[in-house]
């Protein structure tokens, strides 16, 4: 199976900051790539998919990159609402594999 | 809108059962399959369980194979995951998660998410 490794685990960032999360796959996953945002009682969101194509509302602060093994998440100017914890799940072979979250918290 | 909704989550000792449930709504049901996804308290996400639109050919993680059982009714809008043997590590918020495709693959994205259902399992 796939194994996906994100970092930071954590992070501290101020509002208006860039952001980047990054996520590493165990091997080639090509643009397998998804991001989803998590928030305390909230169902989570689906953010970025296929690398970096942005989920229809999801703000165009927010910005996915990289193919192969190495992906990014980034932030640029972090919102207030934006203070939550984000996952990077692949999608090229079954099952389906996520990263152990990175929680984005406010400085 | 696209919404799922669970149910059924509670405290329950270890070696018990419990049974959730889900009920979605605005989209056309019976065409997609749906998931289990869960999420263990300072954890990661882990996929769990799903099935296909037409309820065959569920999939288990090795982490629940022989415990869980997954199933459909495309009737309903609904599906639900029976759960046995529980174990303390199965203590999670579990998540019905819309896929978007009619089958479980490789390539499959996950959404809508449902708000979740806490199940805790004690010693």
């Known amino acids: 199976d796939i194994q996906m490794t994100q970092s930071p685990s954590s992070m501290f960032a101020s509002v208006g900051d860039r952001v980047t999360i990054t996520c590493r796959a165990s091997q080639e996953i090509g643009s397998w790539l998804a991001w989803y945002q998590l928030k305390p009682g909230k169902a989570p969101k689906l953010l970025v998919f296929g690398a970096s194509r942005l989920q229809r509302g999801v703000p165009s602060r927010f910005s996915g990159g990289g193919s192969g093994t190495d992906f990014t998440l980034t932030i640029n100017t972090v919102q207030p609402e934006d203070f939550a914890t984000y996952f990077c799940q692949q999608a090229n072979s079954f099952p389906p594999a996520f990263g152990q979250g990175t929680r984005l918290e406010i400085k | 809108e696209e919404h799922l909704l669970e149910s059924g989550g509670g405290l329950v000792q270890s070696g018990g059962s419990l049974r959730l449930s889900c009920a979605a709504s605005g989209f056309t049901f019976s065409d997609y399959a749906v998931t289990w996804i869960r999420r263990a308290p300072g954890k990661g996400l882990e996929w769990v369980a799903g099935?296909?639109?037409?309820?065959?050919?569920?999939q288990y993680a090795e982490s629940v194979k022989g415990r869980f059982t997954i199933s459909r009714d495309n009737t309903k809008k609904t599906m639900s995951l029976q759960m046995s043997n529980l174990r303390v590590e199965d203590t999670a918020v579990y998540y019905c998660?819309?896929?978007?495709?009619?089958?479980?693959?490789?390539?499959?994205?996950?959404?809508?998410w449902g708000q979740g259902t806490l199940v805790t399992v004690a010693s």
């Open positions: 099935v296909s639109s037409r309820g065959t050919d569920p």
């Open positions: 998660v819309k896929v978007w495709s009619s089958f479980l693959s490789g390539s499959n994205w996950f959404d809508p």
